[in-house]
């Protein structure tokens, strides 16, 4: 992780293609939301088939990758198992049903495939202390609001559709969860650059960060004894240690990888057998 540098997620994405440019080259690649087109022709020039989409093609750049309409907001015009890899760029914390959104991501995935996500950090200690004085992403900005919070159409397009800019901003846990129930599992998180004021907050505060998230986990433990015990272990105990990470609590922005693991009706099934598990156990 870096303390100085680039401040720009950009440059770590075009960093990551780099790095894995060996596993990228001839496979099928969707990036979504594709914006200028930045990302698209690296991963065209990493030996990648691009297949860019946006909610506006035309500020697309991007030489010899064509970019299609998409909304994420809506069924992907994608067939299902399509892509080896979709790169999703700061784009889920625009979206007001982010579950949805994951579930189409992990729809045009093949088994096994990789969904690269990035957002900024919701759960970083600036953040928390930003929500807790004014409910703002950033102390600096207003929260959100009608002014700087939404956007609409072009008036000359026709349509009267509504666009919101960080208004669903989305931290580490939640996102776990709606990322789990579409059948996406964390591979991998990439820590890149820290945030010098979550550095600052978390150095005065971690303690009790610890133990407030400790004494969480310890109670879910000894409540939920209806669910079995190396399901309760499992799941609360990767929450609770993502909510002690220091990585994840001082980076500026969030760099995870999923893996697809099953598709969403089958995780959802899995998730009910273990809580029909618990609702028999707790009749008994």
């Avoid at 509504?162 to 964390?186: D, N, P, T, W």
């Avoid at 990470?245 to 057998?273: C, G, S, W």
Wanted: with cysteine; proline share 4%; net charge positive.
């Amino acid at each position: 992780m870096k303390f100085s540098g680039t401040h720009k997620i950009s440059d770590f994405v075009a960093a990551f293609i780099k790095h894995h440019q060996a596993e990228i080259r001839s496979k099928t690649v969707v990036d979504l939301p594709a914006g200028e087109g930045v990302s698209s022709g690296l991963l065209r020039d990493a030996g990648a088939e691009v297949h860019a989409y946006d909610l506006f093609p035309a500020v697309f750049k991007a030489q010899g990758v064509e970019c299609q309409k998409a909304d994420l907001m809506s069924a992907l015009p994608i067939g299902d198992g399509f892509a080896d890899m979709v790169l999703c760029q700061e784009g889920i914390e625009h979206l007001p049903n982010q579950h949805l959104a994951l579930k189409e991501l992990s729809r045009i995935l093949k088994p096994g495939g990789r969904l690269i996500l990035t957002t900024p950090n919701y759960s970083n200690m600036r953040s928390r202390f930003s929500y807790l004085f004014s409910e703002s992403e950033m102390y600096k900005l207003m929260p959100p609001n009608e002014i700087d919070s939404v956007w609409f159409s072009d008036p000359r397009s026709g349509s009267s559709q509504i666009y919101f800019g960080h208004v669903f901003s989305i931290g580490i846990q939640r996102l776990r969860l709606l990322a789990l129930l579409a059948g996406l599992k964390i591979r991998k998180i990439h820590h890149h650059r820290a945030n010098n004021t979550s550095v600052v907050l978390l150095l005065l505060t971690y303690p009790f960060v610890f133990w407030v998230n400790y004494a969480a986990y310890r109670r879910a433990m000894r409540k939920r004894k209806d669910i079995e015990y190396e399901n309760r272990k499992r799941i609360f105990g990767e929450v609770f240690r993502l909510g002690i990470d220091p990585r994840i609590l001082v980076e500026a922005d969030l760099f995870v990888e999923f893996e697809k693991v099953t598709d969403a009706d089958a995780a959802l099934k899995e998730i009910q057998y273990f809580h029909k598990l618990g609702v028999s156990s707790a009749n008994d």
